[in-house]
């Protein structure tokens, strides 16, 4: 020991055993020997080998010289290395090197061999390793803690084993690196932010994308070391993020990507950073708040993350980013959402009304993306959604941008397809979005062509996918229409009607395209083209592609068949693909990849092919129906009754029938129809009768033996069904027998001789049969149809009342309340209306008879005879039945023709009877009149007497009847512009003289210079020129102006000698000037024509008198307020029932948030806007109840109301001659007096409204309401109106003349709802006050439900008065063709008006640019 001892103190090295001098003088192949023995000589020494230590003390000193540390051969240096982790391991604690030079040397050293683990498949590898593991496990470099370039080492160490790391390492290798970089951080009293970056740089995206290990050690090094580092990572972050020094490190650009990242190691890394994030939240720079807020999408919409429950401060700051002025911000706060509900359901709760507020953002952008992060949830999981999500999804589907519209809809079918067809998520899903397959057919109400024809798309591959089996793809068409609402049912008809309307088109240009080319036949095509082209999105392009198609049909003969073969009435499913794939590969091109004709084309092709009908599938649908009828189907798994399957099922055939006739042609589809018509259900057997008229006319050819069997169940049906079962048994003779006259005889005879009065509820049926019979063939039974009509129907059945009526204070009851007599006298006058109607000649006066009858019956208020026995619901019936029977009438020009004045002006005031059903069905039949083309222009005028009205759905339908009626026209002038000499009766500025004499002689209107009268007047001139003057075409309000100045220089050719009847003519037309004057600012212009009058209502202008005197009162002008019409388009509806009363609250956030289109129903000035309109809501009773029963107040208070209708020459009577009442009639005096006990009934909608004047508002009763501020409505979005009917449209059958019929016997019991919205912010005007005493005597008393105008007592408490539902229930007896072209449905549309947001961040700085003063 002491010989060692004494060698090392000489300074001489010692080696082992066998290892002779390492010098440079020898070998490199040697001295790489030498260093192996060496090496392991120091492996198997341990700590405890004092004398070894001492004995090779010196050769470690010499190891760790220049010689060897900067050998240049690696293999030298590698043994070197490992000789040094081992001194460092046997030496430890102490090392023998004290010099902090040297030792800085010797771990740069080492260090620069650890890169040599970079090769894992190096024969030295497993000496890296080695070397790795033994400073790892020594921890050697925490020596390096005592020296001034620590850092230096720690860094460069850092750096080395980052670079070298890579997917050949196995876990050891990944574990004693980070057991050697954790014991520096954990044990050394500081971590520079040198080395701190070292770490972090692996956690910027880049860089773990490039080197994804590196990224998993510095992830398991931050986990170890998370409590020791996380001070200095605090400190940096704080010193970026608050102090702004970006300058203290490289990564200051990556931080918030280091935050993400940090945050997914470990939470805890951040607890003192999170803190500054809700400061950088808010900060005025929007490309920082930006990155935080993408930064936080990330942290709470991480799948794991509870950070919204541990941090709630800074959650609810980033939902406050949900209203950035930023939209970029806000735009990435939509897209986190999807994130979230997927990962963090238990969130949904607090996004909700942050994405209800960005469902309405201004931006479309953020519209569209709100509609993304809910669907991709939804289809997810649809738990993930609450149904206000879902809902918001629906709002957008009525968007004003076409692109949110489809993401909505789209993902809205696909949410349907998953969950309820295909049934993932069981029946609780299915059942959660039932909502989903109507809400997607209401959008084909909308106008857009766009909207349209993507509802027909998802229909055809969402709802009912074509691609289904046939079996399986009618049960999914069979289950659907059954759980289908009412309206989404029309739609889906709608569709159907409008495709197989193309498809005829398309057929027709066919046949055009293969004539002989002619000026005649290219203007024919062009007429075809456009025609087609409305029906295509993008009319303006369209049509250049439709004439390509034109020309492509007329040249290539194989795409003509093909064409011809899928628009032909036997084509198949499965041939319509084959001919669509055929066609649109013949006419595409693999070089333009891009073809917009080719989309055209395709659009055109899936809108005509029959890709769901054919004579397969309507088999399979009646096999369908068939397991109903056994109880074999799967109703009850459906969630269907049984029975209302079958009848929805019948109905679904009576709808194909009528587009897809030849696809019922076969003997078993005509079987089951006849076991369906013994059926005990009327609708069902009802439906089969449709069916079989629809589709039976040649079934005397093709299927004999069911003739035979169905005859004698027809002429059953005819003489004893129901009436409307009889109706359509009569058709069905018609339609499918060649010798239907012997038929038609069978069945006449014994009905016409078994007329019975006594058997009132037998003679209804009857009756019915008569009718139609007399429509159809009025020539084979002329002589005993007018005996009938004469003897029986007038004398015995209309002039007599043979049962007391109930006395009820009701003026409305339901239809199976309305007495057997009533029902008789409705038929019976359909029998006299269709019999003229199927004679259409007057040459035996019998029509002047039958007006005469019909306006006494108007004439009387539906007592004929003025006996007193019918009840006040059953005059309700008769005046709307005689009502609906003039408009029938005057649809038929040979009657037209012979309707006086008086009798028209009489019918007209049935718009304001003063109940409310038959205003209803009247206003009903009246739209549909016009809509068709067949009432006269002077009809539309009628609307005008709507403005009113005291129920704000009735004047909202009246207005919204008045903007499609004057579309319809307008559209057919466009598409037919040669008929020039109709355009006095299409044009619809005509209607002003129409208008203006019907309110000139407004019963009234009777003090000439009255100004509240004068108001009323203006109101209702108005009502009908805002719509008209909405569009300024050819410079229509000069036009308008010049008529209005024509009638002024003429006189009333009803009373041309009567001065008074001619200056209220006069102060009419002042009245409309006014108007016209203060609406427009081109009135003045040059007419564009010279406008023709009506010489029925006005003489011929004298040319040497000019009639300049102005009639108005001066204190009139005030009320005639400039201001541009508002724009008409048709986005309301006209016949959804009415809902329940009810006033919508608007808060002022909401307000804020989007500000809806200009109202439509008034503009600026207007009457309607000029002082708050009443409605039912504020009525003290309710709308159809007759109170003269329930006076019982003293006779001082009776003698203060002026007393009713009197029978004598009175001022009334005089004015009842002037409006053409030729038929004297005597009924006792009856008063017509208004409760003011505030006992209202339990239903209220069926009581009459405390009004003054023909339902309108009393004047005297708003007075209590001076103080009332008009409710603030919610500004709800206009909805939309189903597509005009075509007027050669295919519907057009042989049923048509009788189509209409049926539906007076329930007078159009559906309530209108359309909403209308209020202007808010506006006060009421105080309300006018009545008519004094003097007047209200001279007032003719006799006038169509308008109550005398008296005094009323301000209503206690206003309360709304709605309809009960036996009063709005429809008819189930009403006819389903008069249905459809009746109710336009309606659906919310989008505004076009700009959205108004008030931002956090804005408010502020709009503060400061406010102007000061």
Not at 1336 to 1363: V, Y
């Amino acid at each position: 020991m002491a010989h060692s001892k004494a060698r090392a103190a000489d300074g001489k090295v010692a080696y082992p055993p066998g290892v002779k001098e390492i010098s440079d003088k020898i070998s490199k192949e040697e001295m790489v020997r030498r260093l192996k023995m060496v090496v392991k000589t120091f492996m198997d020494m341990d700590q405890d080998s004092e004398e070894q230590k001492e004995l090779y003390l010196n050769l470690a000193l010499h190891l760790a010289s220049d010689f060897f540390l900067k050998h240049p051969d690696k293999d030298v240096r590698l043994l070197v290395a490992c000789c040094l982790a081992d001194i460092f391991r046997i030496y430890a604690p102490e090392a023998p090197y004290t010099s902090p030079d040297k030792l800085k040397d010797i771990f740069m050293f080492i260090t620069r061999q650890l890169k040599g683990l970079e090769d894992t498949k190096s024969p030295q590898f497993n000496r890296y390793f080695y070397l790795l593991e033994n400073i790892a496990w020594v921890k050697s470099y925490n020596i390096c803690f005592e020296l001034e370039d620590s850092n230096e080492i720690f860094t460069q160490l850092y750096r080395t084993l980052f670079q070298v790391i890579n997917n050949g390492h196995n876990q050891k290798v990944h574990m004693h690196m980070v057991d050697l970089m954790s014991s520096i951080i954990c044990e050394g009293d500081t971590v520079s932010q040198e080395l701190l970056d070292t770490v972090l740089v692996n956690l910027v995206p880049a860089h773990k994308n490039l080197n994804k290990q590196a990224y998993d050690l510095a992830k398991a090094l931050l986990k170890r070391t998370a409590q020791a580092i996380e001070p200095y990572i605090t400190n940096f972050f704080n010193q970026v993020l608050m102090l702004g020094k970006t300058s203290v490190s490289d990564l200051s650009e990556h931080v918030f990507d280091l935050i993400l990242e940090l945050y997914n190691i470990d939470g805890h890394l951040l607890l003192s950073v999170l803190p500054q994030l809700e400061f950088k939240l808010k900060s005025n720079d929007n490309d920082e708040r930006l990155q935080v807020v993408k930064l936080l999408a990330k942290m709470f919409g991480a799948k794991d993350s509870e950070l919204a429950a541990q941090n709630k401060p800074l959650w609810q700051c980033y939902l406050g980013r949900f209203n950035d002025i930023h939209v970029p911000i806000r735009l990435e706060c939509v897209k986190f959402a999807s994130h979230c509900l997927m990962n963090h359901p238990d969130l949904a709760k607090d996004l909700t009304e942050f994405l209800r507020v960005r469902s309405h953002d201004p931006e479309e952008a953020i519209r569209h993306d709100v509609i993304v992060s809910i669907v991709t949830a939804a289809k997810k999981d649809l738990s993930l959604v609450n149904d206000a999500l879902l809902n918001f999804v629906k709002e957008r589907t009525l968007d004003k941008r076409w692109r949110v519209r489809k993401e909505a809809m789209m993902g809205l079918a696909s949410i349907y397809r998953k969950y309820s067809l295909q049934g993932e998520g069981g029946r609780e899903a299915s059942k959660q979005i039932s909502w989903i397959k109507d809400k997607l057919l209401h959008i084909y109400y909308q106008n857009s062509i766009d909207d349209r024809l993507l509802v027909e798309r998802i229909f055809a591959q969402y709802m009912v996918p074509h691609s289904l089996e046939t079996a399986e793809r009618m049960k999914c068409l069979y289950y659907l229409y059954a759980t289908l609402d009412t309206n989404a049912v029309k739609a889906l008809n709608e569709m159907w009607k409008c495709q197989n309307l193309l498809r005829h088109n398309v057929k027709d240009l066919l046949d055009l395209v293969k004539k002989p080319k002619s000026e005649t036949s290219s203007k024919a095509v062009f007429a075809k083209v456009m025609v087609i082209t409305r029906n295509l999105p993008d009319p303006g392009k369209a049509q250049d592609f439709v004439k390509k198609l034109a020309q492509v049909l007329e040249d290539d003969e194989r795409i003509r068949d093909q064409l011809e073969t899928l628009v032909g009435p036997s084509c198949s499913c499965k041939q319509a693909e084959l001919c669509v794939r055929d066609i649109t590969k013949k006419l595409g091109s693999p070089k333009q990849p891009s073809n917009p004709f080719l989309e055209m084309v395709k659009f055109l092709l899936e809108r005509i092919a029959p890709v769901h009908i054919d004579t397969e599938s309507i088999s399979a649908l009646i096999k369908q129906v068939n397991k109903s009828i056994e109880g074999t189907a799967d109703d009850d798994e459906e969630g269907v009754l049984t029975d209302s399957a079958i009848r929805a099922g019948l109905e679904l055939l009576k709808v194909l029938s009528f587009t897809h006739p030849v696809s019922f042609h076969s003997a078993e589809t005509f079987e089951s129809l006849l076991g369906c018509l013994k059926m005990d259900d009327e609708k069902v057997a009802e439906a089969a009768l449709q069916i079989f008229k629809n589709t039976g006319g040649k079934m005397e050819e093709s299927f004999p033996h069911i003739k035979f069997v169905l005859l004698p169940v027809l002429q059953s049906k005819a003489k004893r069904g129901p009436p409307r079962q009889a109706k359509y048994a009569i058709y069905c003779i018609n339609a499918m027998f060649a010798n239907r006259d012997t038929h038609f005889a069978q069945i006449f005879e014994p009905l016409h001789k078994g007329l019975d009065p006594a058997d009132l509820e037998q003679l209804i049926t009857p009756l019915t049969t008569l009718g139609h019979l007399a429509q159809l063939a009025p020539e084979q039974f002329a002589a005993p149809l007018k005996s009938l009509v004469a003897n029986f129907i007038v004398k015995d059945l209309l002039m007599n009342d043979r049962i007391p009526g109930k006395k009820t204070t009701k003026l409305w009851v339901p239809d199976d309340e309305v007495s057997p007599e009533t029902m008789a006298k409705i038929q019976g006058i359909k029998l006299m209306v269709r019999w003229l109607l199927g004679v259409k000649n007057n040459q035996s006066k019998s029509g002047n008879s039958t007006l005469r009858m019909l306006t006494a019956i108007l004439h009387s208020d539906g007592d004929l005879t003025e006996q007193g026995k019918m009840g006040k619901p059953d005059m309700s019936r008769l005046r709307l039945a005689a009502a609906c029977a003039l408009l029938k009438l005057a649809q038929e020009p040979c009657y037209h023709k012979i309707i006086t004045l008086e009798q028209y002006q009489l019918c007209a005031l049935v718009i304001n009877d003063e109940c409310y059903q038959v205003r209803q069905g009247f206003a009903q039949k009246l739209h549909r009149g016009l809509c068709r083309l067949r009432l006269p222009l002077e009809y539309m005028a009628v609307f005008a007497l709507c403005a009113k009205d005291p129920v704000k759905e009735r004047r909202a339908h009246a207005r919204q009847c008045l903007v499609k009626n004057v579309n319809i026209r307008r559209e057919y002038l466009k598409q037919h512009a040669a008929i020039s000499d109709k355009l006095f009766s299409l044009l619809p500025e005509y209607v002003v003289p129409y208008a203006v004499h019907l309110l000139a002689h407004d019963p009234d209107y009777v003090k000439v210079q009255d100004i509240e009268q004068l108001k009323d007047i203006k109101e209702a001139l108005w009502f009908v020129l805002e719509i008209i003057m909405a569009k300024n075409e050819n410079n229509s309000h000069a036009f308008i102006r010049k008529m209005v100045e024509n009638i002024k220089q003429t006189k009333d050719a009803q009373s041309p000698a009567d001065s008074k009847t001619n200056e209220k003519l006069y102060t009419v037309c002042d009245v409309a000037m006014h108007i016209i004057m203060s609406k427009s600012t081109t009135y003045s212009l040059e007419s564009p024509k010279d406008p023709i009058l009506p010489s029925t209502l006005f003489t011929k202008p004298d040319k040497n008198i000019s009639n300049t005197k102005y009639y108005l009162p001066p204190e009139m002008k005030s009320f005639f307020a400039p201001g541009k019409p508002k724009s008409a388009n048709v986005l309301g509806a006209v016949n959804k029932p009415l809902s329940s009363a009810g006033k919508q609250i608007q808060s002022k956030a909401s307000r804020m948030e989007t500000a809806s289109n200009d109202d439509s129903s008034s503009s600026p000035g207007s009457p309607q806007r000029g002082k708050s309109r009443h409605d039912s809501a504020e009525m003290d009773h309710s709308e159809n109840e007759d109170l003269s029963r329930k006076r019982a107040d003293s006779a001082d208070k009776e003698s203060e109301k002026p007393r009713g209708r009197k029978r004598g020459l009175t001022a009334g009577d005089a004015a009842d001659i002037k409006r053409g009442r030729k038929k004297a009639t005597t009924v006792t005096e009856a008063e017509d007096m208004w409760g003011d006990e505030d006992n209202r009934p339990e239903d209220e909608q069926n009581n009459p409204p405390k009004k003054g004047r023909r339902g309108r508002p009393p004047k005297a009763a708003a007075s209590g309401n001076q103080d009332a501020l008009p409710a603030k409505g919610k500004r709800e979005r206009k909805k939309a109106a189903p597509p005009p009917e075509d007027d050669d449209d295919k519907e057009d059958d042989e049923e048509r003349p009788d189509e209409d019929d049926d539906d007076e016997e329930d007078g159009g019991g559906g309530a209108e709802n359309v909403e209308v919205k209020t202007r808010t912010g506006r006060q009421a005007r105080t309300p006018r006050r009545s008519q004094s005493s003097d007047v209200a005597e001279l007032t003719p008393q006799k006038r169509r439900g308008r109550p005398p105008k008296s005094a009323q007592p301000p209503p206690k408490k206003p309360t709304r008065g709605g309809r009960s539902k036996g009063g709005a229930a429809k008819d189930d007896s009403e006819d389903e063709e008069d249905q459809e072209d009746d109710e336009v449905q309606e659906e919310p549309t989008p505004k076009d008006g700009s959205f108004l947001y008030v931002w956090q961040f804005s408010i502020k700085t709009r503060l400061r640019r406010q102007p000061k003063y």
